[in-house]
């Protein structure tokens, strides 16, 4: 980032955020408390996640991990082709399919892939997921707009309200 007055260390993204520390810690208050709180499986958050990245092809979302949401190397190895999968459950497929659809094809969500997901979540989970998703969908535009690297740290989490945006 040649425009920028200060040098990024472990945490770019968390630091470029920094810039205006008022508006970060706002966003990391909001999206930490999804994964602090447990309003979703974090496993599932972290699918969504990763799945979006992917979508985006954002290389430092993907290098991102949450250890704590459980998702295998296996499962993580086959994301992309997670439709033909064995390794993902009928809760886990119904949530991939919306959330690969946040990024690009959002006004094709309909209500009967709603009704879907409302067979698995509740519906208080299914506003925390879309809202879940909406951030991912937001961070990759945000690390791909500002050309965000990843990190060099070795913390292995998304952010939590009390600590670096990854």
């Known amino acids: 980032m040649s425009w920028l007055k200060k040098p990024l260390g472990d945490h770019p993204y968390d630091e470029l955020l920094g810039i205006r520390p008022e ?17 979703v499986s974090p496993k599932l958050l972290e699918l ?11 290389k430092s979302e993907w290098a991102v991990r949450h250890s704590a949401a459980k998702v295998t190397d296996a499962q993580i190895e086959d994301l992309e082709n997670w439709e ?5 459950s ?4 119904v949530v991939l399919t ?7 094809q959002h006004h094709d969500i309909t209500d009967e892939e709603f009704k879907e997901i ?5 519906e208080a989970e299914v506003v ?8 991912f969908d937001a961070n990759c535009r945000l ?3 500002l050309a965000i690297e990843s990190g060099t740290s070795d913390e292995k989490a998304p952010a939590g309200a009390k600590q670096a945006i990854l």
Do not use: M, N
């Open 23 to 39: 508006l970060r810690d706002l966003y990391r208050t909001f999206y930490g408390k999804l994964w602090d709180a447990e309003l």
């Open 90 to 93: 009928p809760t886990e497929q």
């Open 143 to 145: 690390r791909i707009a």
């Open 48 to 58: 969504c996640r990763l799945r979006i990245a992917q979508v985006h092809d954002c």
């Open 118 to 122: 409302r067979d698995y979540l509740t």
């Open 128 to 135: 925390a997921l879309t809202v879940a998703c909406g951030l």
């Open 98 to 104: 919306f959330a690969e659809k946040i990024p690009w």
């Open 84 to 88: 033909e999968s064995t390794l993902f």
